[in-house]
Nanobody, 119 residues
Framework: QVLLVESGGGLVKPGGSLRLSCATS????????MAWYCQVPGKERELVAY????????VEKESAKGRFTISRDNAKSTLYLQMNNLRPEDTAVYYC????????????WGQGTQVTVSS
């Protein structure tokens, strides 16, 4: 059974930082590219950043470039998202999953972790 368990979200003031974690199990984490996605009510879930099997990473969401960093610990089957200099527009539910590209498909989604940036 595949499990994706996101954590680390919360309420933070603008300019603050958060580190999201995604603990995984039930599949070969080392063998797939992983990604963070975000979703706000009424909008499609969108790709924030992804990382390949060998740590090659891309922050795809334009507004997150220069502020967010994705990383992975293959020994722990865990994905991370370091979020710095947070802005109110970063407010969303953040999910981790397999990168839905290059022939890969996502697993069932976890519960996500809510990030709220507000003063």
């Amino acid at each position: 059974q595949v499990l994706l368990v996101e954590s680390g979200g919360g309420l933070v003031k603008p300019g603050g930082s958060l580190r999201l974690s995604c603990a995984t199990s039930g599949f070969s984490f080392n063998d797939v590219p992983m990604a963070w996605y975000c979703q706000v009510p009424g909008k499609e879930r969108e790709l924030v950043a992804y990382i390949g099997r060998e740590d090659f990473s891309i922050v795809e969401k334009e507004s997150a470039k220069g502020r967010f960093t994705i990383s992975r610990d293959n020994a722990k089957s865990t994905l991370y998202l370091q979020m710095n200099n947070l802005r109110p527009e970063d407010t969303a539910v953040y999910y981790c999953n397999v990168l839905r590209r290059f022939g890969y498909t996502t697993f069932n989604w976890g519960q996500g972790t809510q990030v709220t940036v507000s003063s």
